[in-house]
């Protein structure tokens, strides 16, 4: 097996077919993970964040007892980053059709060839290795663009200090903190102070 940090997650509750899939990609050259239920893997991604590697998920649309489409709604809900590939029975079409619809990577009916499937999910995982460096460079040079108070803000916003308590801390004015905290998210490209903590925490950029 390849011992390399994860690129592939396979969630599915049938052992033979997660066997199957990582033989598969195991023997293209690709580091990959089963799981065999939704809950052990969102467990999984939960005490990661923010620090996701990239990667892709092919994940069932039919489990027990935490489906497919309960445990991708879950991986929103945490904003994970990770493309999601649903692996669907025919009478299972138009779920994934709405889950694409919701932010789903794509979906592959089962059978299915082998080919199709990972150059799906090779596309995927390019995708998301470039969007996650181009994110991280835009960030880093924001970063680099603080200035030296602008820098102390950030700080007590990633302390989880609240306005008053920053500016107290600082010996300025709440109104000076509201100012810097703006410019902060402007740079930085947040909206929330919980979005930008995300953000350092996921590129390791404190």
């Avoid at 025919?90 to 060839?113: T, Y």
């Amino acid at each position: 097996m390849n011992t390399a940090e994860p690129a592939i997650h396979v969630v599915d509750d049938e052992p033979d077919f997660r066997d199957a899939l990582a033989w598969l990609f195991d023997s293209r050259g690709h580091a990959v993970r089963t799981w065999a239920s939704g809950q052990a893997f969102v467990d999984m991604a939960r005490g990661m964040q923010p620090h996701w590697t990239p990667a892709v998920v092919l994940l069932d649309i039919r489990m027990e007892p935490l489906s497919g489409l309960a445990t991708f709604e879950m991986l929103v809900q945490m904003a994970c980053p990770w493309p999601v590939l649903f692996l669907t029975g025919h009478g299972d079409v138009s779920m994934a059709v709405q889950a694409v619809k919701k932010g789903a990577w794509d979906f592959l009916e089962k059978p299915f060839q082998d080919n199709e499937l990972v150059d799906k999910v090779e596309a995927a995982l390019a995708k998301v290795q470039s969007d996650d460096s181009r994110l991280e460079q835009r960030l880093r040079q924001a970063v680099a663009s603080l200035s030296q108070r602008e820098r102390e803000v950030l700080d007590e916003l990633l302390q989880g200090h609240y306005n008053k308590n920053i500016a107290d801390h600082l010996g300025i004015t709440q109104r000076t903190v509201e100012f810097h905290r703006a410019n902060i998210f402007e740079k930085m490209g947040v909206a929330s102070a919980v979005e930008l903590a995300r953000h350092m925490g996921r590129f390791r950029l404190t």
